[in-house]
Nanobody, 125 residues
Framework: QVRLVESGGGLAPLGGSLRLSCAASGRSFSTTAMGWFRQTPGKEREGISCIGRTSIYYSDSVKGRFTISRDNAKNMVYLQMNSLKPEDTATYYC????????????????????WGQGTAVTVSP
């Protein structure tokens, strides 16, 4: 059974940094795209980043501030978040699905192979 567990969320100051981690288990993910979504109450879930075998995607809202990376040997994916803004306050979810990076901006998360329980990030002004 595929399982994704996010960690690293918390409270960060305006302009600060946080690093989110996602631990994947159940099978090897080295050839499967991994991505990050986020959701704020009252807003639609937003696909913000994805890393595949050869491609990386960032939404305009995080481009230049967030960096996605992965460690295939550890089945981990990370999201380094810098220059945090109040609008980055959200629950962040890790997800996986073949071909995710070509549709992360539009696909509903619940249509994907697997996703985690989320980790909350709060940016204090």
């Amino acid at each position: 059974q595929v399982r994704l567990v996010e960690s690293g969320g918390g409270l960060a100051p305006l302009g600060g940094s946080l690093r989110l981690s996602c631990a994947a288990s159940g099978r090897s993910f080295s050839t499967t795209a991994m991505g990050w979504f986020r959701q704020t109450p009252g807003k639609e879930r937003e696909g913000i980043s994805c890393i595949g075998r050869t491609s990386i995607y960032y939404s305009d809202s995080v481009k230049g501030r967030f960096t996605i990376s992965r460690d295939n040997a550890k089945n981990m994916v990370y999201l380094q978040m810098n220059s945090l803004k109040p609008e980055d306050t959200a629950t962040y979810y890790c997800a996986t699905d073949p071909g995710l990076c070509t549709r992360v901006a539009t696909v509903p998360m619940d249509e994907l192979d697997a996703w985690g329980q989320g980790t909350a990030v709060t940016v204090s002004p």
